[in-house]
């Protein structure tokens, strides 16, 4: 099992910045691929972005592409979504997620954090 707890969510104006951590607890927590998604009241849930094992592969939604950077430091069992020039149609709940792979990371994944509110004023 894999336990996911995110962090750092809040209210932002447009053109800011925030920084999403999910913590991560489990035997193999530090092997996962890890993932955010986001979702907005009436729509379907959507994949952000992602990362392998060492940090050394990320996916992206075209979405956020230049202005989202997901990383982790495994020595802390942490992801981080690093979030930049922000836009009101970015405002949704975040959620973390876990699986073996990239694949399963991006259309199902197994194990989910709780969510964080992230909010864009105009």
């Known amino acids: 099992q894999v336990q996911l707890v995110e962090s750092g969510g809040g209210l932002v104006q447009a053109g800011g910045s925030l920084r999403l951590s999910c913590a991560a607890s489990g035997r193999t927590a530090s092997t996962f691929y890890m993932g955010w998604f986001r979702r907005t009241p009436g729509k379907e849930r959507e994949f952000v972005a992602a990362v392998n094992w060492s940090g050394g592969s990320t996916w992206y939604a075209d979405s956020v592409k230049g202005r989202f950077t997901i990383s982790r430091d495994n020595a802390k069992r942490t992801v981080y979504l690093q979030m930049n020039s922000l836009k009101p149609e970015d405002t949704a709940v975040y959620y973390c997620?876990?699986?073996?792979?990239?694949?399963?990371?991006?259309?199902?994944?197994?194990?989910w954090g709780r969510g964080s509110q992230v909010t864009v004023s105009s």
């Open positions: 997620a876990a699986d073996e792979s990239i694949t399963r990371v991006r259309n199902g994944p197994t194990f």
